[in-house]
């Protein structure tokens, strides 16, 4: 168990609505990351927040958002859902800001458009 | 940004084996190597790092080595077992910004 939960574990939904999903990383770690893992893309990073802050984004779509409360949790909106956004998402969190920090990861949320 | 590159994608070792993956990266700025192993159904887990101050770093069964000048490192398991069998990546941040850069996974399995 690395510390980092994430709510839900599966997510169906129909193409044009919207999820939020919900990270709370683990106790003391500053930074959450967020990932999309699908079969044809791989591991994506799609951001970062440090201590409440966007610290770095990577290939985020427009219609995807997060934030990170000041309890340190974090949320991924995903809006306007197509079928390829069907994927694992994981967020992961460290102590540091860098890259250069040990990320520990969530179990995932698996989200179905259909 | 980075570009990373693992190889092979696909490992099938038996039981007692040695296994060796490697990953190729572009950006001569990163200084910090880690390797992930990602079991069915879980998330990735970090199993090895190495900081570019060092060549070589050892736990246990698992070691990592790091060439920087021609900018590759390599997971390397000995005695492999069933239980090492997974999907296993490598990330090296890209050194400016930072942002983590996943190579593409190596299935690794290892057969009793």
């Known amino acids: 168990d690395s510390g980092v939960t994430q709510t839900p574990k599966h997510l169906i939904t129909a193409t044009g609505q919207r999820v939020t999903l919900r990270c709370s990383p683990r106790s003391g770690d500053l930074s959450v990351y967020w990932y999309q893992q699908s079969l044809d893309q791989g591991l994506q990073f799609l951001i970062q927040y440090y201590n409440g802050e966007e610290r770095a984004k990577g290939n985020i779509l427009e219609r995807f958002s997060a934030q990170q409360f000041p309890d340190l949790h974090s949320e991924l909106n995903l809006s306007s859902l197509e079928l390829g956004d069907s994927a694992l998402y994981f967020c992961?969190?460290?102590?540091?800001?860098?890259?250069?920090?040990?990320?520990?990861f969530g179990p995932g949320t698996r989200l179905t458009v259909t | 940004g980075e570009n990373v590159e693992q190889h092979p994608s696909t490992l099938s070792v038996q039981e007692g084996d040695s296994a060796v993956i490697k990953c190729t990266y572009s950006?001569?700025?990163?200084?910090?190597f880690p390797w992930y192993k990602q079991e069915l159904g879980k998330g990735p887990q970090l199993i090895i790092d190495i900081r570019s101050n060092v060549g070589e770093k050892k736990d246990q069964r698992i070691a990592v080595t790091l060439n920087k000048t021609a900018k590759h490192f390599s997971l390397h398991i000995t005695e492999t077992q069933p239980e090492d069998s997974a999907v296993y990546f490598c990330?090296?941040?890209?050194?400016?910004?930072?942002?983590?850069?996943f190579g593409r996974g190596t299935s690794l399995i290892v057969h009793p």
């Open positions: 990330a090296p941040p890209s050194g400016g910004s930072y942002i983590p850069t």
């Open positions: 992961a969190s460290s102590v540091g800001s860098g890259g250069a920090s040990e990320q520990y």
């Open positions: 950006d001569s700025a990163s200084n910090y």
